[in-house]
C-alpha cells in the first residue's frame, strides 16, 4: 500500500517536472521562430537531440544560410545576444564583417565624390571580411552542449540534398537576376538555366555542403587560415577584390557587453554598436517615457513616436560608427537626461523639420537582406539572432568553388558625404572606411522581459529595422495584454531623419491617420511594399507556455 502511494507520488511529481521542462520542446514549435520552416526544423532536431538554445542557434543560423541564401549565409556576418539561465549571463556576440586591410575611402570614392559607387553593392569589392563561419565555431564551443558538427548536420544534408524554392527566393532571385547572371557560381547554383527560379526550382548546393563538412570536421579556424582561406582570397582578389590573406587571419569575433535600459518597468536587453540599434531605440523609449502613449489617439502617438526616431536616427547619422574605431559618446546618447533634453523640442501639435534639428550645433563632447530568429529553451536560455548579406544574394559573388556567397556590407558604411546608401540612410565620418573596421549596422535583436513574461524580438528591414522593433516594444509594453501575433503583424510606420518623411506600408493606415498627420506638418510617403520578416516568441510567465509568432510578411514576396 506504502508502496503504491509513494510510486503514485513520484509519479505524479514527475510528471509535472517533466511537463514544466519539456513542454516548450515538445511544443510543436520548440520554442523557435525563424524565417524558415526548414530552419526552424533543423533547429528542433538539436533541441530534441539534448541541445540547448545556443546550439539550436548555431543549427538554426546554419540552415538558414543554405535555405535563405539571399538573407544571410556563412559568406555574411550579424549578430547574436544570448541569456543563459543558469546565471543569468548575458552577451552581445559581434560577428560583423570587417573592411579588408586595402579599404580606403579613395578606393570607393572612385572618379565622383557624388554617386554612390556600384563597387560597394556588387561582386567582390563590396564583400566585407565574413563573420558568421567565427561565430557558428565560436557559439557552440563557448555555450553549446553539442559539437558544432552535430548541429551543422541539418545544414549539411539541406545543402547537399537540396530543397524547394519558396515564393520569397523567387522573389528575390527575380530582382536579382541580372547580377546573380555575372558569376557563374551564383548562376549555377542561385538561377534556374541562367533564369530566375520559380517556387518549386530545387536549390541544391553541394559546394556550400563541403564547405559546412570543412567547418564540422576542422572549425571556424580553417575557414580563416590555411589552405582554404589562402584560395578564398586569392579567388576574390584575382576578381579585383580588395582581400588578402591576413584579412581573414585578423578576424575576431567580438564578444560586448548588451545595452540595457528599463522602459516604463519592462528590462530592455538591445544591441550595442556597432549597431546603431541600442542607442535609437533607447533614445526613442527615453523620450516617449514621459509621454503618456497609452492614452493616445493613433495618430498622435504615432507623431510622437516618429519625432522620438527622428531624433535618434539624427544621432545615427552624425555620431555613430565602430566604437574600436571612433569615439562615440555612448554613455550621453544612452541616457534619460540627454534623450529628455532632445525630447523637449517636439511640438505636440507640429512635425519639426528634420533640416532644423541639422541646425543644432555639436558640444564639444559629442564626437552613426537579412534574417531574424528568435529562441528560447526548456531551460530559459534564449537567443535573437539578426544576420545578414546585406543586399538581397549580398554582392552576388560566389568565391570559387567554395560555395560561400559574399556579402555586399561595404554599403554599410557612409562611404560618400551626403549620399545616401542603399536604405537612404547618410553617414557622417564615424562610420566613415578604414581598415579592419565594422560598418555601422541597425541590425537589433532584442530581449524585453517584465513581470508578464519574456518577449524575444528582431527583424530585417535595413534601416527600418530599428524603427520596427520600437514598435514591437512600444506594442507589448503598452498595450494592457500581450499579443504576439498582434505585435508582429500590426501595420508599420517608420521615420528615420533624413529623407524628412514618414514612409507606411501600403493598406496599413487609413485616410484619417494619414489626413491627421499632414496636418502636424509631417510629409507621408507609402511605400512601394510591406516590410520587415518579424521572428517572436514569447514566455508567459504566469502560465509557464511559450509561444511563436512568425510575421505574416513572412509568408511570400519579396520584403526589401
Ligand atoms: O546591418 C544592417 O543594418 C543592414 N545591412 C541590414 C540589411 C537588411 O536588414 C536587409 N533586409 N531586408
Not at 122 to 146: F, M, N, S, V
Not at 251 to 262: F, G
Request: hydrophobic fraction near 45%; aromatic fraction near 8%.
Amino acid at each position: 500500500m506504502k508502496t503504491t502511494r509513494i510510486s503514485i507520488r513520484f509519479l505524479l511529481i514527475f510528471a509535472l517536472v517533466a511537463a514544466s521542462v519539456l513542454r516548450p520542446a515538445a511544443a510543436e514549435e520548440c520554442g523557435i521562430a525563424s524565417a524558415h520552416a526548414l530552419a526552424t526544423k533543423a533547429g528542433c532536431e538539436i533541441l530534441k537531440s539534448g541541445g540547448n538554445a545556443f546550439d539550436a542557434a548555431v543549427a538554426v543560423a546554419a540552415a538558414l544560410a543554405v535555405v535563405e541564401p539571399f538573407a544571410s549565409g556563412i559568406g555574411g556576418g550579424g549578430f547574436f545576444l544570448l541569456h543563459r539561465a543558469s546565471d543569468g549571463f548575458e552577451v552581445f556576440v559581434d560577428a560583423r564583417e570587417t573592411a579588408p586591410a586595402r579599404a580606403t575611402r579613395e578606393f570607393f570614392l572612385g572618379e565622383s565624390a557624388t554617386a554612390r559607387p556600384k563597387a560597394s553593392l556588387e561582386g567582390p569589392t563590396a564583400a566585407g571580411i565574413p563573420g558568421e563561419p567565427a561565430a557558428l565555431d565560436w557559439i557552440a564551443a563557448r555555450y553549446g552542449k553539442l559539437p558544432l558538427a552535430r548541429s551543422l548536420a541539418p545544414a549539411i544534408r539541406l545543402a547537399e540534398r537540396g530543397f524547394p524554392a519558396d515564393a520569397r527566393y523567387a522573389s528575390a532571385s527575380a530582382m536579382r537576376e541580372a547580377l546573380l547572371k555575372n558569376n557563374a557560381g551564383a548562376a549555377t547554383t542561385f538561377l534556374d538555366s541562367g533564369k530566375a527560379a520559380a517556387p518549386g526550382f530545387v536549390v541544391i548546393q553541394r559546394q556550400l555542403a563541403r564547405t559546412l563538412g570543412m567547418l564540422a570536421d576542422q572549425g571556424g579556424y580553417a575557414f580563416y587560415h590555411g589552405d582554404f582561406a589562402s584560395q578564398l582570397a586569392q579567388t576574390v582578389k584575382s576578381a579585383g577584390g580588395l582581400w588578402e590573406l591576413s584579412d581573414l587571419e585578423n578576424y575576431r569575433v567580438i564578444e560586448r557587453p548588451p545595452l540595457k535600459l528599463i522602459y516604463r518597468g519592462a528590462k530592455i536587453t538591445t544591441a550595442p554598436l556597432p549597431s546603431a540599434g541600442g542607442l535609437v531605440l533607447a533614445q526613442s523609449l527615453f523620450i516617449l517615457e514621459s509621454v503618456n502613449m497609452a492614452g493616445l489617439s493613433g495618430p498622435d502617438r504615432a507623431h510622437y513616436a516618429v519625432e522620438a526616431m527622428r531624433r535618434g536616427y539624427h544621432d545615427r547619422a552624425r555620431y555613430m560608427g565602430d566604437p574600436d574605431f571612433v569615439a562615440v559618446p555612448v554613455a550621453k546618447l544612452a541616457s534619460r537626461e540627454y534623450a529628455q533634453r532632445r525630447g523637449a523640442s517636439i511640438d505636440p501639435a507640429r512635425a519639426t523639420p528634420s533640416g532644423e534639428l541639422a541646425q543644432e550645433t555639436q558640444t564639444a563632447d559629442e564626437g552613426g537582406d537579412t534574417t531574424h530568429f528568435s529562441i528560447i529553451d526548456a531551460h530559459g536560455n534564449r537567443v535573437a539572432a539578426t544576420l545578414s548579406v546585406n543586399g538581397p544574394f549580398g554582392s552576388g559573388f560566389v568565391a570559387g568553388d567554395t560555395g560561400v556567397l559574399l556579402n555586399n556590407h561595404m554599403d554599410d558604411f557612409g562611404l560618400v558625404a551626403g549620399v545616401p546608401n542603399l536604405y537612404k540612410l547618410v553617414g557622417s565620418g564615424a562610420n566613415a572606411v578604414e581598415p579592419g573596421k565594422r560598418p555601422l549596422s541597425s541590425m537589433s535583436p532584442t530581449f524585453v522581459e517584465d513581470d508578464r513574461g519574456v518577449f524575444v524580438l528582431g527583424t530585417p528591414g535595413g534601416s527600418r529595422i530599428i524603427s520596427m522593433v520600437l514598435e514591437g516594444i512600444l506594442d507589448y509594453v503598452d498595450q494592457p495584454q500581450p499579443d504576439l501575433a498582434r505585435s508582429v503583424a500590426a501595420p508599420r510606420f517608420h521615420h528615420q531623419y533624413l529623407p524628412d518623411r514618414i514612409e507606411i506600408e501600403p493598406g496599413g493606415f487609413p485616410e484619417q491617420w494619414v489626413a491627421a498627420m499632414k496636418a502636424k506638418g509631417h510629409a507621408v510617403e507609402v511605400g512601394r511594399r510591406k516590410w520587415g520578416n518579424m521572428q517572436a516568441v514569447f514566455f508567459d510567465k504566469k502560465t509557464g507556455r511559450i509561444e511563436v509568432a512568425n510575421d505574416p510578411r513572412g509568408q511570400g514576396g519579396v520584403l526589401f
